[in-house]
């Protein structure tokens, strides 16, 4: 079975570009999740989508969005991007709310670096 | 603020040994806790899950769960230099919401 996939795996961006970046979940799974972690900082909560809509966001400013494909396939987009964006964006998957014990499975993440 | 607290390390354990690894969380409503591994450049693995107060053994992976005390713990027996990497422990809400929230992870090596 495939596991979670992303990409581009590295990217890099100038100082008020935009990114795109792209997860396909693994085959079954219809949560998607999108975590920062930035160089010595642990992993941050960015955004969570299922089945289609945003279900909740972390503490980070609105030119970070995204949406959720009916595939289940999601991207993340970080607009006006700044230096300390650069970071390694980790996208999960999981199985349908409403299981409590749902696990998450991550992907390679994609690494952005903007100069 | 939700926090989870690990120790940062790193810790350094001889091969064969058991390595402890331990996460306290400040959410008492708390339901899921979960260990992933990561290496150097690379994504978080889960390793182990855990819902219930108690012990949880997997292979050489054991992992314990106090609720009362607020602490969840990892034990590595028969540690290998394969084992080597970052601990990262997960802690998820109950509370409608689906996301995790990370400690900073422990890091570990096992030294042959």
């Known amino acids: 079975e495939a596991g979670v996939t992303q990409s581009p795996t590295h990217l890099i961006k100038t100082r008020g570009q935009q990114a795109t970046l792209r997860c396909s979940p693994i085959?079954?799974?219809?949560?998607v999740y999108w975590y920062q972690q930035a160089l010595g900082l642990g992993l941050q909560f960015l955004l969570w989508y299922d089945e289609g809509e945003e279900r909740n966001r972390g503490n980070f400013p609105p030119r970070f969005s995204g949406r959720q494909f009916p595939n289940y396939s999601s991207e993340l987009n970080v607009n006006a991007l700044e230096l300390e964006d650069s970071a390694l964006y980790l996208c999960?998957?999981?199985?349908?709310?409403?299981?409590?014990?749902?696990?998450?499975?991550f992907g390679p993440g994609t690494r952005l670096t903007v100069l | 603020q939700k926090e989870v607290e690990q120790n940062s390390g790193p810790l350094s354990v001889p091969e064969g040994a058991i390595a402890s690894l331990n996460c306290t969380y400040s959410?008492?409503?708390?339901?899921?806790f979960f260990w992933y591994r990561q290496y150097s450049g690379k994504s978080p693995e889960l390793i182990m899950s855990?819902?219930?107060?108690g012990d949880k053994e997997d292979g050489r992976f054991t992992a314990q769960l106090n609720k009362a005390s607020q602490y969840v713990s990892l034990l590595i027996r028969d540690s290998q230099p394969s084992d080597s990497a970052t601990y990262l422990c997960a802690v998820r809400s109950g509370a409608g919401s689906y996301q995790l929230t990370f400690g900073k992870g422990t890091k570990l090596s096992v030294i042959p």
């Open positions: 959410d008492r409503v708390s339901q899921s």
């Open positions: 085959s079954g799974h219809t949560s």
């Open positions: 999960a998957s999981s199985l349908e709310t409403g299981i409590p014990y749902n696990e998450q499975f």
């Open positions: 855990i819902y219930s107060n």
